[in-house]
């Protein structure tokens, strides 16, 4: 059997939990059709969760974790993909119940796997996740009739994978992006990707929350969560949406149901990990058309499979901006 080099997460009996290099055996990996050469993987939020006491998102240990993987597979005994394809897998239980990208092997259904045309593995992983989570965003202001005419968009969390990336695409698409960050460094930065404007997070300090403020947006991209979400909830046009993926600041709600029967407002939810694999698949299509972010080289920076662990910690802390793609092969 080949050899597979992996970081690997084990619990110990106080709870703690240690991320490790190991040499482990390929029958370690799971069942499935297709086995591919990781080339990339991922740093996002939920690898951090993965390996952080009571993060919530690992079902067991030992566990290999990096929720996305993108490489070339070695052998298939599924129609649809042959050794030599350049693939992306990402969703699903990649890298919480089933280990994931951090291992130069790893093994999936078929069912799992996004074949690559335009894209590379490195700007597949690039994207991500989280530059999906993104994509499926602005998709969805996209079906809801949101055009750039209708108003500037509002992007919260904007320095992180989902917001740069948003970012990015509502730009390259013609919106007036209004990008909202608590990170006063990260002007510049935004203002490359696209964003007409930045300003800081939302509800500003000692601003009150109100059920319905001042129509001023279209439609918000939101990651954050809590008040700030019920704020932009409350200052969206008429027919505006949120398209809603995560909740870095708080899953709670503190809102009413104002904006939704007086404006008509949709909260439309984002989850990219459940999503069936042929809109998954078709989703990535649009993304190697006109969803590819035209900045992705300014939002991604590199970092080696070893140094991921450090990473991880640090991203728990909000000190990661954009998407951060990890070097897997030839890494350990």
């Excluded at 509002?154 to 989902?162: D, E, F, R, S, Y």
Aim: net charge negative; proline share 5%; glycine share 12%.
């Amino acid at each position: 059997m080949t050899a597979v080099n992996a970081l690997v997460a084990h619990q110990d009996s106080d709870g703690s939990i240690a991320l490790n290099p190991e040499v482990v055996d390929e029958s370690f990996l799971p069942d499935g059709e297709v086995t591919i050469a990781v080339e990339y993987s991922g740093v996002n939020y939920k690898d951090a969760l993965a390996i952080t006491p009571k993060g919530g998102v690992a079902r067991s240990y030992p566990l290999i974790p990096g929720i996305d993987a993108a490489g070339t597979v070695v052998a298939s005994s599924a129609d649809g993909f042959a050794p030599g394809d350049r693939v992306v897998a990402h969703g699903y239980d990649i890298g919480t119940g089933r280990h994931g990208g951090y291992a130069d092997r790893a093994r999936y259904p078929a069912d799992y796997l996004v074949k690559l045309d335009a894209l590379s593995t490195a700007e597949a992983a690039a994207i991500g996740t989280a530059g999906f989570t993104a994509a499926m965003s602005v998709d969805v202001l996209r079906v809801n009739g949101i055009r750039p005419q209708d108003g500037p968009i509002l992007v919260t969390g904007a320095t992180g994978g989902v917001g740069s990336v948003s970012v990015d695409l509502l730009a390259g698409l013609g919106y007036e992006v209004i990008a909202s960050t608590g990170k006063a460094d990260a002007h510049d930065f935004l203002m490359e990707l696209g964003a007409y404007q930045v300003i800081g997070r939302l509800p500003a300090e000692g601003e009150k929350l109100r059920p319905l403020g001042k129509s001023s947006y279209a439609a918000v991209v939101d990651s954050v969560g809590g008040d700030t979400l019920a704020y932009a909830l409350s200052v969206l046009n008429y027919g505006g949406v949120a398209a809603v993926s995560g909740l870095a600041r708080s899953p709670e709600l503190p809102t009413t149901v104002l904006p939704f029967i007086l404006r008509g407002v949709t909260l439309a939810g984002i989850d990219s990990v459940q999503l069936p694999i042929e809109r998954r698949r078709e989703l990535w299509r649009a993304i190697e058309g006109d969803l590819k972010p035209a900045h992705l080289d300014a939002i991604t920076s590199d970092v080696s499979i070893l140094d991921a662990p450090h990473t991880l910690r640090t991203i728990v802390g909000g000190g990661v901006t954009g998407r951060t793609r990890v070097a897997v092969a030839g890494g350990f």
